[in-house]
């Protein structure tokens, strides 16, 4: 609870002071803000695995860098690099660890060459669910891990959004039994990918700036992105005509912000607080932001645009939820932090799902009672 309260209170002191000087406050807040503006200001670079201004992710990463360059009374600036164009969408946790950038944005299953254990920070099949994420995360253990596995590349992650249960995934055939994934060439990330596999598909690792693409010349079958909102941003419906869901792969998806560890540690500790309490209220922004536009892009998508919208059959879901499983615990026993940290997951699982039966679960399913 004291960092939590450490967080709250330099945020409050940050929008209080800005609060005050914009409103003509008292001469002791003038002085301060006269004082501030002499101070060295700090340049950072943020490096972003997201098309420019692609709505949630990539104007989520402009929030945050926004909202740090505010909090901080202009003391520490961000400027933001779309994926390309500082560095390849793929190359920003090497960039931030070597400090080309000082900051990047973008999903931790992305460098799960790199770092196995890093895909249980980003989403994990019938995983956690947003709520649940943020709960491990930030009183469950699950920060101090990912902290800890990325350590050794000089790097300090943080949650900085979530894009809440995802869709399944776009493609141009029905999917009406696992045999339908045989040889099928799929745009899906992480654990999900190594599930995919599992079941006789073929993974395919893109960056979302190439997917329409891929998907339009055949160089991928089928593809999963995020969700209504922003597939139909991509115009994915252009070149898939079935939408699935759910998303098994993705029930929560965290996005993270990557710190250089050292430009970290050089700012003044007030800097440092701002700059945790703006990637704390980024992580809430975007998951809010999904979940009141997705609804709206999801009837254009099917009333506008035709798209098929069909539910995964249950022995389909059953028959990956067994893949799930099996490859949680593959993946486990590749290497002993990867091990840690699912044992941490799996222990937090069982309590959050325990609760969610006589919470959320119960009230969802009495709500939709006739």
Same mark, same amino acid.
């Given at each position: 609870m004291d960092v939590v309260n450490s967080l709250i209170k330099g945020c409050l002191i940050a929008m209080t002071s800005l609060l005050l000087v914009a409103c003509g406050g008292s001469e002791e807040t003038k002085e301060t803000a006269?004082?501030?503006?002499?101070?060295?200001?700090?340049?950072?670079?943020?490096?972003?695995?997201?098309?420019?201004?692609?709505?949630?992710?990539?104007?989520?990463?402009? *929030?945050?860098?926004?909202?740090?360059?505010?909090?901080?009374?202009?003391?520490? $600036?961000?400027?933001?690099?779309?994926?390309?164009?500082?560095?390849?969408?793929?190359?920003?946790?090497?960039? &931030?660890?070597?400090?080309?950038?000082?900051?990047?944005?973008?999903?931790?299953?992305?460098?799960?060459?790199?770092?196995?254990?890093?895909?249980?920070?980003?989403?994990?099949?019938?995983?956690?669910?947003?709520?649940?994420?943020? @709960?491990?995360?930030?009183y469950g253990g699950g920060l101090s891990l990912w902290e800890e596995i990325y350590a050794p590349f000089n790097l300090i992650p943080m949650a900085a959004g979530n894009t809440g249960v995802q869709m399944g995934g776009w493609f141009?055939?029905?999917?009406?039994?696992?045999? %339908?994934?045989?040889?099928?060439?799929?745009?899906?990330?992480?654990? *999900?990918?190594? &599930?995919?596999?599992?079941?006789?598909?073929?993974?395919?690792?893109?960056?979302?700036?190439?997917?329409?693409?891929?998907?339009?010349?055949?160089?991928?079958?089928?593809?999963?992105? &995020?969700?209504?909102?922003? %597939?139909?941003?991509? *115009?994915?419906?252009?070149?898939?005509?079935?939408?699935?869901?759910? *998303?098994?792969?993705?029930?929560?998806?965290?996005m993270e912000a990557l710190y250089n560890k050292e430009a970290f540690e050089a700012l003044p500790k007030d800097l440092q607080l701002i700059v945790r309490a703006a990637t704390r209220q980024a992580n809430a922004v975007m998951l809010?932001?999904?979940?009141?536009?997705?609804?709206?892009?999801?009837?254009?998508?099917?009333? %506008?645009?035709?798209?098929?919208?069909?539910?995964?059959?249950?022995?389909?879901? @059953?028959?990956?939820?067994?893949?799930?499983?099996? $490859?949680?615990?593959?993946?486990?026993?590749? %290497?002993?932090? @990867?091990?840690?940290?699912?044992?941490?997951?799996?222990?937090?699982?069982?309590?959050?799902?325990?609760?969610?039966?006589?919470?959320?679960?119960?009230?969802?399913?009495?709500?939709?009672?006739?």
């Amino acid at each position: 609870m004291d960092v939590v309260n450490s967080l709250i209170k330099g945020c409050l002191i940050a929008m209080t002071s800005l609060l005050l000087v914009a409103c003509g406050g008292s001469e002791e807040t003038k002085e301060t803000a006269k004082s501030d503006s002499n101070a060295e200001v700090i340049h950072w670079k943020m490096v972003t695995t997201w098309p420019k201004n692609f709505p949630g992710l990539g104007t989520g990463a402009e *929030g945050l860098a926004n909202s740090i360059t505010a909090m901080s009374n202009g003391r520490l $600036t961000v400027k933001v690099y779309a994926a390309g164009e500082l560095v390849p969408a793929l190359e920003v946790f090497d960039a &931030v660890s070597r400090g080309t950038a000082q900051m990047g944005h973008g999903g931790a299953f992305y460098w799960k060459g790199k770092v196995p254990a890093s895909q249980f920070f980003s989403a994990v099949p019938f995983g956690f669910t947003a709520q649940e994420m943020n @709960s491990w995360l930030h009183y469950g253990g699950g920060l101090s891990l990912w902290e800890e596995i990325y350590a050794p590349f000089n790097l300090i992650p943080m949650a900085a959004g979530n894009t809440g249960v995802q869709m399944g995934g776009w493609f141009n055939k029905e999917i009406n039994s696992l045999e %339908d994934f045989q040889g099928l060439k799929m745009r899906l990330p992480g654990l *999900g990918g190594e &599930v995919l596999k599992k079941v006789g598909g073929i993974p395919v690792n893109l960056p979302g700036g190439e997917i329409f693409t891929s998907l339009q010349t055949g160089a991928i079958d089928a593809t999963e992105w &995020v969700g209504p909102y922003n %597939d139909l941003a991509f *115009g994915l419906h252009k070149v898939a005509k079935y939408n699935y869901f759910p *998303g098994w792969h993705e029930p929560g998806s965290t996005m993270e912000a990557l710190y250089n560890k050292e430009a970290f540690e050089a700012l003044p500790k007030d800097l440092q607080l701002i700059v945790r309490a703006a990637t704390r209220q980024a992580n809430a922004v975007m998951l809010d932001e999904f979940t009141a536009r997705n609804n709206a892009a999801l009837e254009t998508l099917v009333n %506008d645009h035709q798209v098929i919208l069909k539910r995964f059959p249950d022995e389909v879901l @059953s028959a990956l939820k067994t893949a799930s499983i099996e $490859t949680l615990e593959e993946v486990a026993a590749a %290497d002993p932090m @990867s091990q840690k940290v699912y044992d941490s997951f799996s222990a937090f699982n069982q309590k959050v799902r325990a609760w969610h039966q006589v919470s959320e679960r119960a009230y969802i399913n009495s709500r939709a009672m006739n």
